[in-house]
């Protein structure tokens, strides 16, 4: 599976998501202990942070490390994937859904956030629906789903569902109420780690006040202005489109249940009905708002749709099970391909990341100084080793009403009067205010300087110095 998910990353090795340098950045300042939520802010949970910290010690703080992540993740995935395929009677199935599974997480996801999410989840329910003794089933699949929510908090609705399977055990008896509660601990065990490590940097309020306040607030926020009835109705006929073979089988499956029960009666098929459930519900709860959140059904679904083809439809009993499995391959790449647009463009201009950092080295920066990266171009924080002046420095942040951020954070931002600025192209998103650039060009006007100009394949970098900052130098290079 390593080499299946490495082998389609590698035409892609170049390609950046929208928030690949900024979760690198934040994993960065955290190695150089600027903890999350008090230098960096974000509404993520941690893990994904930690991950990359453990990544970055190994193997140097860039782009190439995150695809790694990405790609070790989307393995391990698709490896427990195989394995919850064969409790399902059929060789077949496991082997289709795992190979599926990494092909979807690149060009449906694309976000570096969900592969450690994704191989979590599977590891839990690959426990739960295991044969080992109930307790020890109850244990693993709660520390793994513990640890998923450390990566999104979303991995609630999945750790429901896997309390509701737990609960609904055949071999539960007497156990049901211990089970239960030795599930419910495991999966408080990581998090409960987590918010004491901050609570012990005295970062607790903000952890809390970002990954759990803020993030409540996010689906209906003013910068995404998507109710949760839109969001339902945005989830079947937006969010769907590339996985449609699947959900259909999928609902296939629920009207012949019983026949799947009667080939296999062994197969966990309500559990993957639950699972599926809940995936649903927590694309629902986000609004729908980007197809990243469809990722968590990606692998019940798969499940269900090879299930189904393989071992409840009579009518194709002459074709053997691996090439139906292959029929229902064929059919979702084609609707990921041709129906949705893979969001795979995002090439990073390494050249022009490159000589923006070496213009602002050639100023003979000091590591106090202070870069604030307006709009695109976060890559430069890496690229210069340069902080940014507060812990608002994403550009969703800062133009845009992002609750517990907005504008009052870019004008903190800009009255910190960082010594570099780098504006890039306007992006005009339609959620970016349209008095925030009003805001950056007043700050350029006031107080800087441009000192280059960097021409990018689909973007540019104008980067900006300090006025003060300059006559400070020539100061020192008089004395």
Known sequence: MLA???????????????????????????SQGVLPYIGAFDIKPPGLFAILVAAESALGVGLQTIHAVSIAFDAVAATALYFLGRRLGSDAIGVASALLYPFLSLFVTNNSAYPPLGAFTILAFLAALSPLPIARRALLAGLSIGLASTIKQTAAFEGVALLAVFWRAPD??????????????????????????????????????DVVANALLRPGSAIERVSFAEGVLRFFVYLTKPIEPLLVLACLAFLRRRVILAAAPDAPIDALFLWSAAAILSAWAQHALFRAYLAPAFAPLALLANAVIVLAVPELKRIGAPLRTVAVAVLTVAS?????????????????????????????????????????????YVATGLAPPTAYFHWEHTLCDFPGAGLARLAEALAAEPRYIVASARMRYRYERPESWKLVDAALSRSYRLIAHIPAKADFYDIYELVEARSADFGRDEM
């Open 4 to 30: 299946w998910t490495w082998a389609l990353h590698v035409p892609f090795r170049a390609v950046e998501g929208s928030d690949d340098a900024f979760f690198l950045e934040i994993a960065h300042l955290w």
């Open 172 to 209: 539960a008896g007497r156990q049901r109420m211990k089970t239960a509660w030795l599930f419910a601990g495991a999966a408080c065990l990581a998090p409960l780690v987590i918010l004491l490590y901050f609570a012990a940097h005295g970062a607790a309020g903000a952890l809390a006040q």
């Open 336 to 380: 990921v391909l041709l129906v949705w647009k893979p969001d795979l463009d995002r090439v990073q201009d390494s050249e022009a990341i490159a000589t923006a950092a070496q213009a602002i080295r050639a100023t003979d920066p000091s590591p106090q100084d202070k870069l604030f990266v307006a709009g695109h171009g976060l890559s430069l």
